[in-house]
């Protein structure tokens, strides 16, 4: 079903443009070359780059970001490759945990380790429920003009002036070496806002609006949203850090926006007005292609599951709910089979109920949202029935603002429950809902599983995108989902102050003072990666997955949730993979792994020796012939940043991905980073096989290493039949190159005695 108004609200323009003067035009006299260069993408971009060529970067960052989903595998990574102190900010943060653990790790063994490791090192530390991890790097480490590299994917800083990159964690140990992000340059994307948004339209709505128009197209994959134009100046920088922060979710690389008076302020407010400047294109820009955003025409929005791109207006929903509903259903019995997802039933008498409501994290939790939705829920009451809303303020500064300024009064008087600052709702933590409930979450995604449903046990509920001010207005109704547009509130703005007090008591601020000699305190289930071996001079993979999905997330090649706890021992954490999936995919790996440990051994296992037959001297090739688990899927990575969607594969013993495309680029680096060869196939061809088929490339080191990109493969199918297929690994740079020669990025590092 289409969104009816989409192209009255957004615009796309797919060729060119000039920006003159701030306003676009499709001609200019300067040659589109020269004119790139003014654009705020490339000021920043270019005075980041150590490689002295434009088209290709070599970036160094100003800060590092990591939450406790992250940090510990990245710090193991780094002192596996020779790390000896932090040299720029790395800020580690606890927001991720799942405050009660299942089995693995103690949540509070991984902050001690992260305490331990910010003063041995020279970090910055931030104990658990101070500050979600993009908030504090929003408070205390962004500025006009840096760049900061996260190992989340929703690393976001453009609104103020700092580009955000969200890669997994090899991307951040690169940094902690001294080492650097290599990208070709990205193409650049005007993002022109005109209009004011109408009372009861939030950020949400705007970024739920620009995810639909841009999402399955690919129209700003990969590349960097700048946003410029009148409109700018009629949001508050609530409203815009709210918006950019879900630029995450078009798939684009970063973004980055014109800052002002507004942006100034909000750094005299922080107690930083030095980290001001202010950022706009020059008299004349130009740019890859152009988004027009018309915020005055924008409509109170709903993403349904399961994606934030599978959106309409709430009108439009409300009006088609049975309907809209109905091909949820279908999408859940397609993906979940046996488990029957309702949520038909919740549309009834020209209604439609939801059961619960979350306004929560880097998107949702933001002081402007959370006192819009107290001025809705003023003297109102969410009801004593199968509703119930809860509050998840940002950081422990917002809380005190809210508190201080009466708003978190009114919540708790109209039957909100409020909530420490944790990411737990946007990862499957915190208020799972109940089975075959609707959950209307101003959160970042909507994903299967995101909310914590457990399929395999007969479990799954839906997750629904909304503004905080839409489920503030619900929440009001009782649950009936209602537009915020659609009912009467009084609501003046107030200004944020910010009170650092309670980092200045909490957080640890060590960058600069390394204590070498400090001991990292290891908790029982904290864990050295395991040995992994360089490429070999043939590769033979058995597939253990395939998946035929549109699109893979990150989060469905490694669940999140409760899986944490895991985190920081890659084995246990590995024996999730893909469990919500394709539930036999450990257990076909493991088999496979079995067998090549064997062959590593000196053993000649009968399975490889059988197989190997069909391309040649079977022991010939068994002297040098790596033999891995392989995961095919038509378009894989779109999601988190975590690296142990790519890290538990390894650990598997996976060696290569197949797939049509990459959703992200993050992921494709996460493969690279851990050895893994990052296949692609072209758009035109079939790929028929199935799991327990071998695909073999002869000559993979030597025609890796010569620079080919192009490797003539083989497929052994079940029935013993033959089959030629071409295999495609592009664009890789040198550094990527010799990674994944060296079998992943801890042997580059050792073997180039960083």
């Known amino acids: 079903m289409f969104l009816k108004g ?358 949702g939790g933001l002081f402007d949202n959370i006192c819009e939705a107290s001025a809705i829920l003023k003297d109102k009451s969410t009801g004593n029935g199968y509703f119930n809303l809860s509050v998840y303020p940002t950081s422990v500064p917002v809380s005190l603002a809210l508190t201080r300024g009466g708003f978190t009064e009114s919540l708790l008087e109209a039957g909100a429950v409020i909530k420490p600052s944790f990411c737990g709702p946007c990862f499957g933590a915190g208020d799972v809902p109940a089975n075959n409930g609707l959950s209307l979450r101003h959160t970042t995604r909507n994903f299967p599983n995101r909310e914590g449903s457990k399929p395999g046990e007969g479990q799954l509920a839906g997750v629904a995108l909304m503004d905080s001010r839409s489920i503030a207005a619900t929440a009001a109704n009782g649950g009936v989902i209602t537009a915020a547009t659609d009912v009467d509130y009084d609501f003046e703005p107030v200004p944020y102050t910010f009170d650092k007090t309670v980092y200045e008591h909490r957080v640890y601020y060590g960058f600069g003072k390394p204590m070498k000699d400090e001991k990292l305190i290891m908790g029982p289930n904290i864990t050295d990666w395991p040995k992994m071996y360089p490429l070999a001079g043939n590769l033979l993979v058995k597939l253990a997955a395939v998946i035929r999905d549109d699109v893979t997330t990150t989060d469905e090649l490694i669940p999140s949730g409760e899986t944490s706890s895991y985190r920081s021992n890659p084995l246990r954490l590995a024996e999730f993979a893909l469990s919500r999936r394709e539930p036999m995919y450990v257990s076909r790996s493991k088999e496979v792994d079995t067998t090549e440990r064997a062959r590593i051994a000196g053993e000649k296992p009968e399975e490889l020796a059988h197989v190997l037959a069909a391309f040649g001297n079977a022991d010939e090739l068994m002297k040098n012939t790596q033999f891995g688990s392989c995961v095919f899927a038509n378009k894989p990575g779109d999601g988190s940043a975590r690296e142990q969607a790519a890290s538990c594969q390894k650990v598997l013993g996976g060696f290569a991905n197949i797939c049509y495309e990459f959703a992200t680029k993050r992921y494709r680096s996460n493969c690279i980073n851990w050895g893994i060869l990052p296949f692609t196939i072209d758009k035109t061809e079939t790929f028929p096989y199935e799991n327990g088929d071998y695909v073999f490339v002869p000559d993979i080191r030597e025609k890796l290493a010569a620079g080919c990109e192009e490797f003539a493969a083989k497929v052994l199918d079940k029935s013993g039949k033959l089959h030629d297929i071409t295999l495609y690994v592009k664009g890789l740079t040198d550094d990527e190159k010799e990674i994944i020669l060296d079998g992943c990025l801890i042997n580059y590092y050792a073997s180039h005695k960083v």
């Open 6 to 363: 989409l192209k009255l609200m957004i615009t796309l323009e797919n060729k060119g443009v000039y920006l003159v003067d701030g306003k676009p035009t499709e001609a200019c006299s300067v040659r589109p070359e020269e004119a790139k260069k003014g654009t705020i993408a490339y000021q920043i971009l270019s005075s980041h780059n150590t490689s002295g060529n434009d088209a290709a970067l070599k970036i160094r960052f100003d800060a590092l970001v990591s939450h406790d989903i992250t940090y510990v595998g990245i710090i193991q990574t780094a002192r596996a490759s020779g790390l000896t102190e932090f040299p720029l900010p790395y800020a580690l943060t606890n927001c991720h945990n799942s405050l009660c653990a299942v089995g693995g790790t103690i949540n509070e063994d991984d902050h001690v380790f992260g305490l331990s490791a910010a003063r041995k090192y020279g970090g910055i530390y931030v104990p658990a429920n101070q500050s979600v991890i993009h908030s504090f790097a929003r408070e205390e480490l962004s500025g006009c003009g840096k760049m900061i590299l996260g190992s989340d994917s929703h690393t976001r800083y453009g609104a103020l002036g700092t580009m955000g990159v969200g890669e997994g964690g090899p991307e951040l140990v690169k940094q902690l070496l001294k080492n650097t992000y290599d990208i070709a340059y990205p193409a650049v994307v005007l993002v022109y806002l005109t209009g004011r948004p109408r009372r009861g339209v939030g950020p949400h709505d705007v970024a739920i609006a620009l995810t639909k128009a841009v999402f399955a197209n690919g129209f700003v994959k990969n590349k960097v949203l700048e946003f410029t134009g009148p409109g700018v100046a009629s949001l508050p920088v609530d409203f815009r850090n709210g918006i950019d922060v879900m630029t995450t979710e078009t798939t684009c690389l970063s973004s980055i926006w014109e800052t002002d008076d507004v942006v100034k302020t909000h750094y005299a407010v922080h107690g930083r007005p030095d980290d001001y400047k202010k950022l706009a294109p020059e008299k004349v820009a130009y740019y890859d292609s152009m988004i027009t955003i018309e915020l005055d025409k924008i409509e109170p929005m709903i993403a349904l599951p399961f994606h934030p791109s599978n959106a309409y207006t709430i009108h439009e929903f409300t009006e088609n709910a049975a309907d809209i509903l109905a091909d949820v259903e279908k999408t859940a019995a397609e993906k979940f089979g046996k488990v029957k997802l309702d949520l038909v039933s919740k549309a009834h008498d020209g209604k439609v109920f939801a059961d619960q409501g979350i306004i929560a994290g880097c998107s």
